[in-house]
Each structure stands twice: as C-alpha cells, then as structure tokens.
C-alpha cells in the first residue's frame, strides 16, 4: 500500500462556510429585491392617480385647496378637499383620542397585572374584533350604536356648543362625525392593542426587577421601565392605528349623512375622501369623472404616506431616547 495517498477533498468547514455565504448572499439579493419591488408599487400607484388626476385638476374651476364643494358633473368641474380633509382628518383623531389611552390599558393591563389564562382569553376576545367586516360595524354603528349614543352627543352639545367643534349642527340623525369617530376607534382597538402589548411584553426583565428592588410600586415599574422602553413602538401602533381610520371605507360611508353645506362640528355629517370615492363610483362612466375622484384618492394617499412617514421620525426620536 502506498504511503502518498493524497485526497482532494475540501474540509468540511471550507464548504459549510461557501454554503453559509451562498446563502446570505441569496437571502440578501431577496430582501433587496423584496424591499424595491414595495417601492415600485408605491411609485406605480402615486404614478397613476397623479396622471389620471392631472387633466381635471388642471380643468377645475374651484380652488381645489380651499373650496368645499365637490361637484364632478358640472362643466367645467367644480371641486376641493377642504371639507373632505376636515372630515377625514378629524374623525380620525378623534378615534385616535379614544382608542389609544384604552389600547394601553389594555396592554398593560394584560403585561402586568394579569397573567395565564385570563390574559389569553382577553386578549383573544380583542383579537376578535379585528375579525369583524367593516360592513358589519357599519351597520351595527348607524342602526345600533349611534342611537344608543345619542343622549351622549346631546349632552356634550348642551355643555360644550359654546365651542365651534361642538357646535350645534343640521344632522339630528346618528350620522355624524362623532358615531363615526366611536365606531372608528373600535375598529383601530384591536391593531393598537396588539401591537403595543407585544411591545410593553419585550421590556427587559431586569429592568422590572431593579425597579422592585428599588421598592418602587407596580405603577411606578410601569411608569419609569415599561413606558420608556416601550414608548416608540406605542407610538408606532398609534401611527398604524391611524393610517387604518384615514383610509376606512365602508363603515364610514354607511354612517355618515350627507350635508348640504360643510360645518365643522362633530355632530354633523359629511365625506371623506375614501367613502366620497366608494359612494360615487357608478359615477366612473368615464376617465375623466373618475379622474376628479381620483384627485381625492391622490390626497388620501400623500396624507397616509405623510403620516407613516412622521410615525417613522417619531419611533426612531424615541428608540433613541431610550437607548
């Protein structure tokens, strides 16, 4: 047997390593193409109302900034946003206002005081509500809940009317602004609960623990370790929460009464840009109609960009204060 016997085969750590290697390069030719292709999609889509929405913006006869009438048919159109952005935007914030301080509760609520199967069934019972199709809430908000929340409006129009928001208004139906902003605010519940209760979960154990040992308080822990390592992601949820009330739809359109003129009140009527859109759209007849609706659809769509973007800002400001 000769002794010069020689192998040519590699170690098995040399191709271990060129397989690792194969594969990160792999996963990041993925990741890159994955993240372009989402930013194709958004060029695509502003690409598309922009150029669908030009000819009639260019053709208006109203001051599409400022005018609060919308009308389509008329020749040449007469159109704005004013209205449609004042509705939107407040409905939206005034879910905002009544859906967060009750997410976090929630949230810590099942992080820090309950545990097990209470804690589960809880929030199972709130994951639900994400299950629920918005023509159900629509429904159930404009037959059910916006009577039932009546006597609430009157009495915050008799105490509060003195205010422009809370003025008195034409709409004397359950289809106003505030029913919409409640409906709204259940609807974002679940997304913002979620969210933040995964966020407060991941705060770091020894953190709780050195604020016991310190002897602070339950509220204490909860104020100087959970609220400020989970305060970015909090914000973040509040951010998608909101992206999902400007852009809701149906439940809006099925609410809300329409107004002949615009006010500013909570208890009045009105359109947003979505529900506007999904109303009139057997006015599509043409391109150029449905370009006018588009040019709403165009501003919807710069406001929600605009939105994340600042959510973005906002955790990023926040992850850095806490680290």
Not at 90 to 105: E, R
Not at 174 to 197: D, E
Not at 255 to 282: C, H, Q, Y
Request: one cysteine or more; glycine letters at 8%; aromatic letters at 10%.
């Amino acid at each position: 047997m000769s002794d010069h016997t020689s192998f040519s085969q590699e170690p098995a750590g040399v191709t271990l390593g060129r397989t690792s290697r194969l594969g990160d390069t792999l996963f990041r030719g993925a990741a890159w193409c994955s993240s372009g292709l989402i930013v194709l999609i958004v060029l695509v889509i502003g690409v598309f109302l922009l150029s669908n929405a030009w000819q009639p913006l260019m053709d208006n006869a109203a001051n599409f900034f400022t005018a609060t009438e919308f009308r389509a048919t008329a020749t040449p159109p007469r159109f704005g946003v004013a209205a449609l952005l004042w509705t939107t935007v407040l409905s939206s914030l005034f879910a905002l206002l009544i859906a967060v301080p009750v997410a976090t509760g929630l949230a810590l609520l099942l992080t820090q005081y309950v545990r097990g199967r209470v804690s589960t069934v809880i929030a199972f019972v709130i994951d639900l509500l994400a299950a629920v199709p918005s023509v159900i809430f629509g429904l159930w908000g404009i037959k059910v809940f916006g009577p039932a929340v009546q006597p609430v409006a009157h009495w915050v129009e008799r105490t509060l009317g003195w205010f422009p928001l809370f003025g008195t208004a034409e709409v004397s139906s359950p289809g106003t602004v505030f029913t919409a902003s409640l409906v709204l605010a259940i609807m974002i519940l679940p997304i913002i609960t979620a969210i933040t209760r995964d966020v407060f979960a991941q705060t770091p154990r020894e953190n709780i623990e050195a604020a016991l040992a310190l002897g602070a308080t339950r509220w204490e822990v909860i104020r100087l370790a959970v609220l400020p390592y989970g305060r970015s992601g909090a914000i973040a949820a509040a951010m998608l929460g909101l992206g999902r009330a400007l852009g809701e739809t149906i439940a809006v359109m099925l609410i809300l009464s329409k107004v002949a003129e615009f006010d500013v009140s909570v208890f009045s009527g009105g359109e947003t840009f979505a529900s506007i859109i999904a109303r009139n759209a057997p006015e599509f007849d043409t391109p150029y109609k449905a370009g006018v609706y588009i040019s709403a659809g165009l501003v919807l769509f710069v406001l929600t960009f605009a939105v994340n973007a600042v959510a973005r800002v906002i955790a990023e400001r926040g992850k850095a204060r806490t680290s």
